[in-house]
């Protein structure tokens, strides 16, 4: 007979959580609300499986040699790698893949679920949690970018979300791509640097422009000060560079406010002064401005000027369909660390 002192404790595992009633009433009630402005806009619903092969899901992997990193990963009896998924993207690539043919272009749906996580828990960061997801397959263009971003505004307000309290943030790569074409880091060779720009930038919220400045450069100590905390190798920018990265995808979040200004350089129709909160609103700037804007300062280069005119095409889809920067804003520091991304 089994020791009584041994006996299973029961326990939850780090990073999952048990759901009660209200919670399910409230996240189905929520779901059903997304799902009737996903339709409204003519997508229709697909239900994929949880569990994918894990070469499916290939370069998304942390590490492709680890199956299990960053992923919950297992062998089946044929010795074939399976994983939970992570997210709804790789699995909708895989479906379009394999079903492309048959699909009618552009293929517009929607999917739901549980992806799952093998990351360290922390406050907000769990293991297993639901994600909507909306994609567009098979169009050309931006028109359909136009689109999602107008959706997500609707969802929103769908939800409650009263607007003004919410806003639809929009870059375009390219905008960044061009700028580092420019300072020297094109090609295939400086591949590991322009993502660690792209991460670097991709802090800005958390670390804001200085802790963005020094990933830019040799590196942060992550106490704040030298010697204090593990200390993150940065992308070894000049300071040149990093200023030109500054003034043009950086510009925006700075704090500074747009204001009108008299004797302002040809160039720009409006100039930041630094003094107050950044308020485009405040001077009814709207985003074909703020395209404009993004145009004088980026890269005058092919990627450049491609990144200012796909902007100006958003912008002018944004606007004569009635949704203000208050609703959709363009905003040339919003980046992800990750190199799929557009």
Same mark, same amino acid.
């Given at each position: 007979?089994?020791?009584?002192?041994?006996?299973?404790?029961?326990?939850?595992?780090?990073?999952?959580?048990?759901?009660?009633?209200?919670?399910?009433?409230?996240?189905?009630?929520?779901?059903?609300?997304?799902?009737?402005?996903?339709?409204?806009?003519?997508?229709?619903?697909?239900?994929?499986?949880?569990?994918?092969?894990?070469?499916?899901?290939?370069?998304?992997?942390?590490?492709?040699?680890?199956?299990?990193?960053?992923?919950?990963?297992?062998?089946?009896? +044929?010795?074939?790698?399976?994983?939970?998924?992570?997210?709804?993207?790789?699995?909708?690539?895989?479906?379009?893949?394999?079903?492309?043919?048959?699909?009618?272009?552009?293929?517009?749906?929607?999917?739901?679920?549980?992806?799952?996580?093998?990351?360290?828990?922390?406050?907000?960061?769990?293991?297993?949690?639901?994600?909507?997801?909306?994609?567009?397959?098979?169009?050309?263009?931006?028109?359909?970018?136009?689109?999602?971003?107008?959706?997500?505004?609707?969802?929103?307000?769908?939800?409650?979300?009263?607007?003004?309290?919410?806003?639809?943030?929009?870059?375009?790569?390219?905008?960044?791509?061009?700028?580092?074409?420019?300072?020297?880091?094109?090609?295939?060779?400086?591949?590991?640097?322009?993502?660690?720009?792209?991460?670097?930038?991709?802090?800005?919220?958390?670390?804001?422009?200085?802790?963005?400045?020094?990933?830019?450069?040799?590196?942060?100590?992550?106490?704040?000060?030298?010697?204090?905390?593990?200390?993150?190798?940065?992308?070894?920018?000049?300071?040149?560079?990093?200023?030109?990265?500054?003034?043009?995808?950086?510009?925006?979040?700075?704090?500074?406010?747009?204001?009108?200004?008299?004797?302002?350089?040809?160039?720009? +129709?409006?100039?930041?002064?630094?003094?107050?909160?950044?308020?485009?609103?405040?001077?009814?700037?709207?985003?074909?401005?703020?395209?404009?804007?993004?145009?004088?300062?980026?890269?005058?280069?092919?990627?450049?000027?491609?990144?200012?005119?796909?902007?100006?095409?958003?912008?002018?889809?944004?606007?004569?369909?009635?949704?203000?920067?208050?609703?959709?804003?363009?905003?040339?520091?919003?980046?992800?660390?990750?190199?799929?991304?557009?």
């Amino acid at each position: 007979m089994a020791d009584k002192s041994e006996k299973m404790k029961a326990r939850l595992p780090r990073g999952l959580v048990d759901r009660g009633a209200d919670d399910i009433r409230a996240v189905e009630k929520m779901m059903a609300t997304i799902r009737s402005v996903y339709e409204l806009y003519g997508f229709e619903p697909v239900d994929q499986p949880m569990i994918e092969y894990t070469d499916a899901l290939g370069k998304f992997l942390p590490d492709q040699d680890r199956p299990n990193e960053g992923v919950f990963s297992f062998q089946d009896d +044929d010795d074939q790698w399976l994983s939970l998924r992570y997210d709804l993207t790789a699995p909708m690539a895989r479906f379009v893949a394999e079903n492309f043919e048959r699909l009618p272009k552009p293929y517009r749906s929607y999917r739901s679920g549980w992806v799952f996580r093998n990351e360290k828990p922390g406050p907000g960061r769990f293991r297993q949690f639901m994600q909507f997801d909306a994609d567009t397959v098979g169009t050309p263009g931006v028109a359909a970018d136009a689109e999602m971003a107008m959706m997500m505004a609707d969802v929103m307000e769908a939800l409650g979300i009263k607007r003004g309290d919410y806003v639809i943030r929009v870059n375009n790569r390219k905008v960044l791509d061009g700028v580092l074409e420019a300072i020297g880091l094109g090609g295939d060779e400086n591949v590991g640097r322009r993502l660690t720009v792209l991460r670097a930038i991709d802090k800005l919220d958390k670390l804001g422009p200085e802790g963005v400045r020094l990933l830019l450069g040799q590196g942060r100590w992550d106490g704040g000060r030298e010697g204090e905390g593990d200390f993150t190798k940065g992308a070894g920018l000049t300071g040149p560079q990093i200023d030109r990265l500054e003034a043009t995808v950086l510009f925006f979040a700075t704090g500074a406010r747009f204001t009108k200004s008299k004797g302002i350089a040809a160039e720009d +129709d409006f100039i930041l002064d630094g003094r107050e909160a950044n308020d485009p609103e405040a001077l009814c700037l709207s985003n074909k401005h703020l395209v404009q804007m993004i145009r004088n300062r980026g890269a005058d280069n092919q990627t450049g000027q491609e990144a200012a005119n796909e902007l100006d095409t958003l912008a002018s889809i944004f606007q004569s369909s009635g949704y203000g920067t208050k609703r959709i804003l363009i905003d040339p520091s919003v980046v992800r660390g990750l190199e799929y991304y557009t």
